[in-house]
């Protein structure tokens, strides 16, 4: 029986063609902007993703109440005894296998000097400090196969703690343009009242780091400055940082203001000669598909340990990332509204005009003994039959056009970063939402036939006869 209704349906579609072509094209068009912008969206999540955890990993463990109070004052809520901690977690059978890095990090804060030349300058820092080698690890991880990769820069190593980067802008602020003959980056221009009265800062900083220079040290190669800042006690200490090279940061304020150094050196200057601590513990998974496990594991181990410590994952720790996955979504959400109106109404218009034209054939069939039931079900295959056509269609043009957009090298900026990158359109990168699409198409294709099926099957046999 559905094989006989399937072979009638066709045939109608088949005589019907320009009108059935342009309803096909309509669901086609409507398959093509979803999957497409489907595969746009799935590119940005998955390479924001990326990028987020190959920065920060997929956990940090913090001593409690650093997420809520610790920005402000990051070495009042280190971790003590770190080491024994990493330790606990490498060693624990459920997390080791799902563990691709643990690698403890220092954040701190401060003001960063350049006294050395005629043009003194400071400002104040956000400095991080990591271990290079393990931070070069992390920058490999692309689960997803996106393409983003920024190498770590090879002039900091472990091997050397004096060594550092810091962000454009702040090389730019501190007068290290030419030191690090960065492109683009103009001289300042002379200050109003050059020559009069150093600033006080300045030569503060020079004064505390000339007194823990060994007597008769020969100064490092390259740009240097100073950075000062309090320890734990209150005290002011400063570090000579031997900054190797400058790094865009993608944000203006973060670029301004951004120091990378070596762990070793974070610790020094932040906690002097008393216990290094650090501000977290990074963990980079294997998959993030582990993530939820993970979590759950670290909080059940430091429970039974009564260790004061919480875990967070990159998600909370960059508010970003999830308004831009809730800005997409609902931009999807709309485009996926319009596509099913400008269907639905497609449909609901080429199905009426085929039961005005065949009110006669329709009366005939129901003289002949046809259920209602029966053609009722013929106008919906025939709805069926199209949306299917048109999602068939649509979702083969999207995915030639991905690969052409793919092939293609076009690069792009996304928000957040500093370096272009590969634009990649994953049409195929969550293959049940694609197929949700093409079923919710085909759906509204089926749906919008109804109310012309419905009106075609409730046609009295002898006025359809009677219709010219």
């Not at 050397?160 to 007068?175: C, H, K, P």
């Not at 216990?275 to 181990?301: C, F, M, P, W």
Request: aromatic content about 6%.
């Amino acid at each position: 029986m559905i094989g006989v209704l399937v072979k009638i349906a066709w045939r109608n579609i088949v005589r019907n063609r320009r009108r059935s072509l342009m309803t096909a094209s309509a669901v086609a068009a409507g398959a093509l902007a979803m999957l497409l912008f489907l595969g746009y969206t799935t590119y940005i999540f998955l390479g924001m993703e990326t990028g987020n955890v190959q920065h920060l990993g997929h956990l940090r463990v913090f001593r409690a109440g650093y997420f809520l109070y610790g920005a402000g004052n990051p070495t009042s809520y280190g971790i003590d005894a770190y080491r024994d901690i990493m330790r606990l977690i490498a060693d624990d059978p459920v997390l080791k296998p799902m563990i691709r890095v643990l690698t403890p990090t220092q954040s701190l804060m401060g003001i960063a000097a350049n006294y050395h030349g005629d043009n003194a300058a400071s400002r104040t820092f956000f400095g991080e400090g990591l271990v290079p080698s393990d931070r070069a690890r992390m920058l490999g991880w692309d689960q997803y196969h996106t393409g983003i990769f920024h190498p770590l820069d090879e002039r900091i190593s472990d091997a050397d703690e004096s060594r550092g980067l810091v962000g454009i802008g702040l090389a730019r602020i501190l007068n290290l343009c030419a030191p690090l003959a960065l492109p683009d980056c103009p001289p300042p221009p002379a200050p109003a009242h050059a020559g009069e009265h150093p600033g006080k800062i300045d030569a503060d900083i020079a004064e505390l780091a000339g007194r823990d220079a060994p007597q008769g040290a020969r100064p490092p190669e390259g740009a240097q400055i100073d950075l000062l800042a309090a320890t734990v006690g209150g005290a002011p200490n400063v570090v000579s940082l031997t900054v190797a090279g400058a790094q865009p940061q993608g944000a203006k304020e973060l670029d301004d203001a951004y120091v990378l150094m070596h762990l070793a050196l974070a610790q020094q200057l932040v906690y002097g000669r008393e216990e290094h601590k650090v501000t977290a513990i990074v963990l980079q998974l294997r998959d993030s598909g582990y993530l939820g496990a993970a979590r759950a594991r670290l909080n059940a181990l430091f429970r039974e340990r009564h260790l004061d410590l919480e875990v967070r994952d990159f998600a909370e720790l960059v508010p970003f990332y999830g308004q831009v996955i809730r800005l997409f979504s609902s931009i999807f959400l709309f485009i996926a509204l319009v596509m099913g109106m400008i269907v639905l109404f497609a449909v609901v218009n080429t199905m009426t005009m085929n039961v005005m034209e065949r009110i006669n054939e329709i009366g005939t069939s129901r003289a002949m003994g046809v259920r209602r039931g029966r053609i009722r079900a013929q106008f919906l295959i025939e709805g069926t039959l199209i949306g299917l056509m048109g999602t068939v269609v649509g979702a083969a043009l999207a995915i030639v056009i991905a690969a052409l957009v793919n092939r293609s090298g076009v690069t792009w900026i996304p928000p957040g970063n500093a370096a272009a990158i590969p634009l990649h359109l994953d049409v195929l990168g969550r293959p049940l939402r694609a197929l949700g699409i093409c079923v919710g198409l085909v759906l509204v294709a089926t749906a919008a036939a109804l109310l012309p099926a419905n009106r075609a099957a409730r046609l009295s046999v002898v006025d359809a006869l009677r219709h010219i």
